[in-house]
């Protein structure tokens, strides 16, 4: 039995992953962390019995508590709740599917508690990769990648020398804009923006593919995980994404992982890493399949993109700046407070105003995101 515990279990990464767990009998849910969705949180905990439950608000949890009094579960609420679930004695493996810069301190305390973490909390990379990937190597644990294209980077490297790899082919859908300049991302609605072309994914995820912001977090997140400098990142466009991305080694040999946009895959090669299990589904077909075609990226009008490899060249405490500022802004922009384009702009504006710190610690990273967050009051105001 792998014991498992995951936090943002009532996400589509969270959902998915205990899809995974239900058709492999030798998967265990030893505990789970929710936002506000209690009635799901509820459902999850009578099929798959975790001994340890939180909730962000101490009220949910009351309420929680109240529902499932019939079981024998600890429920438990706020951070310190996110930290118990991450240190919990019994699980092996930590999956965290935690939108957010929030899954910062949890993944620290899980890594040091000598969990492995399946990763899809890119925001934690890309804000402290420079604490979370010696700290991986100090404890000897593994920080296994969730996300489908650092999933596809890590199978085309596995069996093969680090040192030989030269370059990172980061594969694109260009988003449900792709195409489009800036004169008609202007009048963008929330809905639209919600409408990805090839992938199923939380809002904030969705929006961070239409602005290709969340290329630019990949972009980092890689760079963390594979010990690669961002110039040796390129972006692909490939937009029905069949190609989940691809390396260069030295000899110019390029390597890919190819299949369907089905993110059980990626968490299923996590859960098992270094096995394959069978994965019910569909199969690419090469005999309806046709063509694959590539573009560049367009960074110009999609400047959140351009500003992730400049966030990513200066370094230090600029990644989290880029981050929570794109964190907030896309906040807003599903509140409908402030237009599409607003995003990257914001984000430039608060890059332009932060003093830069040179390898930032977890408190001074977690007050860069405070600062950020109180700028962004401030330029909304205005
Ligand atoms: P969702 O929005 O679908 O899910 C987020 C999860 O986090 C929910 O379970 C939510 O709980 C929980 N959560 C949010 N805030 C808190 C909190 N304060 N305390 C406890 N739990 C909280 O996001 P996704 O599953 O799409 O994404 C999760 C992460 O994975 C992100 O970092 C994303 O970038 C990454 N990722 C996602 C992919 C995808 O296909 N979805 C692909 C690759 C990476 P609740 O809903 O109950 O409030
Ligand atoms: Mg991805």
């Known amino acids: 039995m792998k014991k498992i515990a995951i936090l943002g279990s009532t996400g589509s990464i969270g959902t998915q992953t205990l899809e995974v767990a239900r058709t492999n009998q030798d998967l265990e849910i030893t505990a789970l962390a929710a936002g506000n969705r209690i009635e799901l949180l509820e459902a999850q905990m009578r099929e798959f019995h975790p001994s340890l439950v939180a909730v962000w608000s101490e009220e949910k949890a009351k309420e929680l508590r109240l529902r499932t009094s019939d079981l024998d579960v600890r429920i438990v609420a706020g951070m310190e709740g996110l930290l118990e679930v991450a240190e919990q004695p019994e699980s092996e493996i930590l999956v965290t599917a935690i939108v957010g810069m929030i899954g910062i301190r949890p993944t620290i305390a899980a890594m040091k508690a000598g969990k492995d973490i399946a990763l899809a909390n890119k925001e934690t990379l890309v804000t402290a990769g420079h604490i979370i990937m010696p700290l991986a190597e100090e404890r000897g644990v593994r920080i296994l990648p969730v996300d ?13 020398n680090r040192r030989e790899l030269h370059k990172i082919l980061l594969t694109a859908s260009g988003g449900p804009f792709r ?18 072309p090839n992938w199923s994914m939380g809002q904030k995820i969705t929006i961070d593919s239409a602005t290709l912001v969340n290329k630019g977090l990949e972009m980092m997140e890689a760079r963390w995980l594979f010990g690669v400098e961002p110039e040796n990142i390129q972006i692909v466009v490939q937009p029905k994404s069949i190609i989940h991305s691809m390396v260069e080694f030295v000899d110019g040999a390029v390597m890919a992982q190819l299949g369907t946009p089905d993110m059980k895959l990626p968490i299923q090669y996590a859960l098992y890493y270094p096995s394959r299990r069978y994965l019910p589904g569909e199969r690419l077909d090469f005999r309806q399949l046709m063509q694959i075609t590539f573009e560049q990226p367009d960074m110009e009008n999609f400047p959140g993109l351009r500003l992730a490899f400049e966030a990513a060249a200066v370094g230090g405490s600029l990644p989290t700046v880029y981050n929570a500022a794109n964190e907030r802004a896309v906040a807003l922009f599903l509140d409908r407070r402030i237009r599409f384009l607003d995003i990257p702009e914001l984000i430039e504006n608060c890059m332009e105003r932060h003093t830069v710190i040179e390898n930032p610690s977890v408190e001074e990273i977690l007050q860069t995101e ?13």
């Open 370 to 382: 405070q600062e950020v967050y109180q700028m962004i009051d401030k330029l909304e105001l205005k």
């Open 179 to 196: 195409g489009k300049k800036k004169e008609e991302l202007k009048a963008v609605k929330v809905e639209d923006a919600l409408k990805h």
């Open 148 to 160: 489908s294209e650092h999933s596809a980077i890590f199978q085309c490297l596995n069996g093969e």
